[in-house]
């Protein structure tokens, strides 16, 4: 029996299994398929993530030449101050420690400006700025040897100027319908009218020359209003990106007033002309 068992489980082991079994082919010589034990897994389609969404990166050109481009300036703006003789810069730099070099003040602006063509445009500005200077008297002391001191102060402003701005090169350039590159760089020159507050104030001690002698007393001089002014600039667009460049500018204006108040100059003449350099920041629109 024991021998007789063993026989039958060899024949088990050798015979295959009926899903293993090969198929006979058709007269065509074509082996049908089996199909799959329904025991065994099947594979399942999983369909694949979708790529992500990329951002396309914003486009380096305009789709057209911008009409209108807002400027925020800021600089240097140093006084002329021309000192012909009895004037307020004359006075005051021959009584106190200052010199007409130091008349300069940090200067801010603003302009706006709108597209006439391609090469010019219309501008309105506004700009204003203050010099303050702390000095002592050339020539006199306090009777213990301590210096005598002054102060002045000018505050020019608000400016408000109406001009024209031509462009030497183009800056910009149309591609297409739809695209519009800006230059790299774009000259420009320009000039124009405006009108300007002004305001004067020296304080402090003083020195008064009399038939009797020399007198210290303590005095706030003040004086203010408004003059016409004329300007030429020149500079140039730097673009840093499509709608964005830095704008580099030096502006000339000529300008006086006569010092009101209670000042009293043998030239009451307030030269109010210089030179100003600035740079901004301009958007285009």
Request: proline letters at 7%; a negative charge.
């Amino acid at each position: 029996m024991h021998a007789r068992g063993t026989l039958l489980l060899l024949m088990l082991l050798l015979v295959p299994a009926p899903g293993l079994l090969a198929q006979p082919a058709n007269s065509d010589g074509v082996t049908p398929v089996v199909p799959a034990s329904p025991l065994l897994p099947t594979a399942v389609s999983v369909p694949s993530a979708a790529p992500a969404a990329t951002t396309a990166p914003d486009p380096d050109f305009l789709f057209r030449a911008p009409r209108v481009t807002l400027t925020l300036r800021t600089g240097r703006f140093w006084y002329r101050a021309d000192a012909p003789p009895g004037s307020f810069y004359d006075v005051t730099t021959r009584d106190y420690t200052v010199e007409t070099s130091d008349f300069r003040s940090l200067d801010l602006g603003a302009e706006l400006s709108v597209a006439v063509n391609d090469r010019l445009d219309l501008t309105v500005g506004f700009d204003g700025g203050r010099v303050e200077l702390h000095h002592e008297s050339r020539d006199f002391e306090e009777l213990d040897g301590s210096p005598i001191f002054q102060s002045t102060r000018i505050r020019s402003g608000p400016a408000a100027q109406v001009g024209l701005r031509g462009y030497i090169l183009p800056r910009g350039e149309q591609l297409s319908t739809f695209a519009w590159v800006p230059s790299p760089v774009a000259p420009f020159v320009g000039g124009g009218v405006g009108w300007m507050g002004y305001d004067v104030r020296q304080w402090g001690d003083f020195v008064f020359t009399t038939s009797e002698g020399d007198f210290i007393q303590a005095d706030d001089l003040t004086a203010n209003g408004g003059t016409a002014i004329l300007y030429a600039s020149a500079g140039t667009d730097v673009a840093l990106r499509r709608n964005l460049a830095l704008t580099l500018e030096g502006r000339y204006q000529w300008a006086d007033a006569d010092l009101r108040g209670n000042f009293r100059f043998g030239n009451p003449t307030l030269d109010l002309s210089g030179l100003r350099l600035t740079a901004g920041v301009s958007v285009r629109f």
